[in-house]
């Protein structure tokens, strides 16, 4: 089992910056993947940014590139989402999520390939 705690959600305005901290713990040799997603008032989840566990490589929604940047520490216990130049449309709730190895492999992009979510933190931007 995995657990995850998210921590660093708020409110700003638009052009304003925030950080995610995504802090896992449990068993976690079989997760390779880790991911943010943003679940907004229609209640879909969208695949904002992940990280192959390692730091390897990075995906990003079109979305948020250039603005996001998606991080791990060393320990790869703390995953990190810097967001910067905030818009009013990156308002919703932030889930960090994990993926458990061997599991049915949907693409980064899918909420199905994670096994493990964190209870949220919320992102509200203003104009």
């Known amino acids: 089992q995995v657990q995850l705690v998210e921590s660093g959600g708020g409110s700003v305005q638009a052009g304003g910056s925030l950080n995610l901290s995504c802090e896992a713990s449990?068993?976690?040799?079989?997760?390779?993947?880790m991911a943010w997603f943003r679940q907004d008032a229609s209640n879909e989840r969208v695949r904002v940014a992940a990280?192959?566990?390692?730091?390897?490589?990075?995906f990003y929604d079109d979305s948020v590139r250039g603005r996001f940047t998606v991080s791990q520490d060393k320990t790869k216990k703390w995953t990190f989402l810097e967001m910067a130049s905030l818009k009013p449309e990156d308002t919703g709730m932030y889930y960090c999520?994990?993926?458990?190895?061997?599991?049915?492999?949907?693409?980064?992009?899918?909420?199905?390939?994670?096994?493990?979510w964190g209870q949220g933190t919320q992102v509200t931007v203003s104009s």
């Open positions: 990280i192959t566990v390692g730091g390897a490589t990075e």
């Open positions: 449990g068993y976690m040799l079989l997760t390779n993947y």
């Open positions: 999520a994990a993926n458990r190895g061997g599991d049915e492999w949907y693409g980064d992009r899918d909420p199905r390939t994670y096994a493990y």
